[in-house]
């Protein structure tokens, strides 16, 4: 049985309720200019990270990141908004927070190295999403080449490889 909010240690109340907002606010803010998304969808969202929020370490827990992801297919279409960032890095901050929230109980406030080391992962995660949307941009009234999208998959596996080498503990080396 999980413990009362009450009983929960300042540093989980804080990650759950990032968990919680995140989501909410990439859903509120990737809407196409003038039309923001339905008032369930947002309900669904909140119901799911919230729930995210509570159950840290449950496998649904990725359930409302995927939602709003959806959402952004759906209702974007082509278009590349600003605000596609600030959705970005509310998922990025609620997936960090989620992560950190399931390393131990409620009642356990969360290690500061351990908090340091993933809040760092995250901002190097976070700043692919400014060069991507660049990307987009320089490219979006080009023809589409034929080996475009195997071109973009070699760069994400290399930037993989690259960041996990560059982010290797002592342990691994």
């Given at each position: 049985m999980i413990a009362e909010p009450t009983d929960w240690a300042r540093s989980q109340l804080v990650l759950r309720a990032l968990v919680?907002?995140?989501p909410v606010v990439a859903v509120l803010v990737s809407g196409p200019a003038g039309h923001g998304p339905p008032w369930w969808l947002v309900?669904?969202?909140a119901a799911l990270s919230g729930a995210s929020g509570w159950f840290a370490d449950a496998t649904f827990a990725v359930a409302p990141l995927l939602v709003a992801v959806g959402w952004w297919a759906a209702a974007l279409g082509a278009t590349t908004s600003a605000w596609l960032l600030v959705a970005a890095g509310a998922l990025v901050v609620a997936h960090v927070a989620g992560l950190l929230a399931s390393y131990g109980p409620p009642t356990m406030p969360v290690d500061r190295a351990?908090?340091?080391l993933w809040v760092r992962?995250?901002?190097l995660v976070l700043l692919t999403a400014p060069v991507a949307w660049a990307a987009v941009l320089l490219l979006d009234d080009q023809p589409e080449?034929?080996?475009?999208w195997v071109l973009g998959v070699g760069v994400a596996c290399l930037a993989t490889v690259a960041a996990t080498v560059a982010?290797?503990?002592?342990e691994g080396r």
């Open positions: 919680l907002v995140g309900l669904v969202v351990v908090t340091r992962r995250g901002v080449q034929p080996g475009i982010l290797r503990t002592e």
